[in-house]
């Protein structure tokens, strides 16, 4: 019945947040394989449809060249091209969410003066996984509908991306999905110590800006070094 509870938790983190601290008690490590389960089968489902669009393809090219000769010789085989997708969707899916659940303890601490369990952490995390299904499902959707990567929740589509990705990429960070995202785990997370969601909403915010400088400087660092 554990599966079933994640499933439930999704559903509460996009109808009622502050209730996702009601699955405090249950085991983390089955909340966060079925969140991660979830996300990376959404992750290679949209790889998969964005693949046989030739237009994106194309415009993967520019946005980033060597990733995608790499692709190109696993596209022959189709075999191997699925193990690398899964492989870099289930990466990704655990770094993400490990790091977001460890920089709401952090910055929860520091807000709030209240000690976090990483556990509860994890939980309200992985029950925000619905959000990330959300964004994927919304911007493959878009980007299959225009043939183009510009299109999204995000700030890049004031820009072209093949013109300049890495301020495109910068701009991604700046996504009104992942402040969603955000605003649900610190919600749910500050719940876990009696406090009002109104000091989720807060934390939330400022997470949120901290990890949008920090990855937008990290892109722009890259730009700077791809420049010389």
Known sequence: MQFLDVLRAMVLAVRAPWRLAEYADRRALTFFAVAVL??????????????EDPQLVAESALLAPSS????????????????????????TTI???????????????????KIYLFRHAVIVTSGAASIAILRIVLETSL??????????PHLGVVIDPAGTPYLFAALQRVDLLGLWEYLVVAVGLVGTQGLHRRYGYIVGLVAWLASVVMLGGATAVASLVAGI
């Open 38 to 51: 979830c996300v990376t089968a959404c992750k290679v489902w949209a790889a998969y449809l964005t693949a």
């Open 68 to 91: 995608n000769e790499q692709a190109q010789v696993d596209l022959q085989q189709p075999k191997r091209l699925f193990t690398a997708v899964l492989g870099g969707a289930v990466f």
């Open 95 to 113: 770094v993400s969410t490990a790091v977001l659940a460890g920089l709401m303890m952090v910055i929860g601490r520091f807000l709030t003066d």
């Open 143 to 152: 980007q299959l509908m225009t043939h183009s990567a510009r299109w999204g």
